[in-house]
């Protein structure tokens, strides 16, 4: 089993940045592919971007897609989220995920406790 632990999160003006961490413990950090989902109030958890164990393959939800880059840092035990061009819409609590990588597509297994985003207008 693996524990997430996000960081990063707070308030920004609308076209800001913010950079969002994960790191992770108790378990092979470096078996997972990884994930960010997000949770807007009302609305359910969306997949935001996911990253493979190596980091060769990331994929981005459209509405996110040339503004956010996910890396990760295996020696580190940590991922990444860089969000830039903020918009109001992205305000949202974040969420760390371990998982897999399959053909059908991501299955997250593990669940951080989530950080706040909130942008501004």
């Known amino acids: 089993q693996v524990q997430l632990a996000e960081s990063g999160g707070g308030l920004v003006q609308a076209g800001g940045s913010l950079s969002l961490s994960c790191v992770a413990s108790?378990?092979?950090?470096?078996?997972?592919?990884m994930g960010w989902y997000r949770q807007a109030p009302g609305k359910q958890r969306e997949l935001v971007a996911i990253?493979?164990?190596?980091?060769?393959?990331?994929n981005y939800a459209d509405s996110v897609s040339g503004r956010f880059t996910i890396s990760r840092d295996n020696a580190k035990n940590t991922l990444y989220l860089q969000m830039n061009s903020l918009k109001p819409e992205d305000t949202a609590v974040y969420y760390c995920?371990?998982?897999?990588?399959?053909?059908?597509?991501?299955?997250?297994?593990?669940w951080g406790q989530g950080t706040q985003v909130t942008v501004s207008s």
């Open positions: 995920n371990a998982g897999y990588y399959r053909p059908s597509g991501y299955d997250p297994a593990y």
């Open positions: 108790g378990s092979m950090f470096s078996a997972y592919a």
């Open positions: 990253i493979t164990i190596g980091g060769s393959y990331t």
